[in-house]
């Protein structure tokens, strides 16, 4: 079982910044594609962001292009999400999940282990 964790999150008010991060102790996840999910209150969690194994393709929901860079540290086993130029709509819990892929050509296939998330609140 993979034991996923995620820090970074915050409250910041509208067009602030974060920087999300994302391990896995004791499992490395170099070989596989990365992604980060969001879950706000009442809607479904969404993917928000993906990326391949060696950190040199990405992908992002269109809702965030421009403003999220995601990339990752496999020295580290970490992945990041910056967020920038934030919006009250961006208020979420944020999770990361890896795919059993290495590469990235559109939403991951999240694994069935989640970790606790990271909640990011916008103020207006």
């Known amino acids: 079982q993979v034991r996923l964790v995620e820090s970074g999150g915050g409250l910041v008010p509208a067009r602030g910044s974060l920087r999300l991060s994302c391990s896995a102790p004791?499992?490395?996840?170099?070989?596989?594609?990365m992604g980060w999910f969001r879950h706000a209150p009442g809607n479904a969690r969404e993917f928000v962001a993906g990326i391949n194994w060696s950190g040199d393709s990405t992908y992002y929901v269109d809702s965030v292009q421009g403003r999220f860079t995601i990339s990752r540290d496999n020295a580290k086993n970490t992945v990041y999400l910056t967020t920038n130029t934030l919006k009250p709509e961006d208020t979420a819990v944020y999770y990361c999940n890896a795919d059993h892929l290495r590469e990235v050509i559109g939403p991951i296939t999240p694994s069935d282990f989640w970790g606790p998330g990271t909640q990011v609140a916008v103020s207006s």
């Open positions: 004791g499992r490395p996840f170099s070989n596989y594609a």
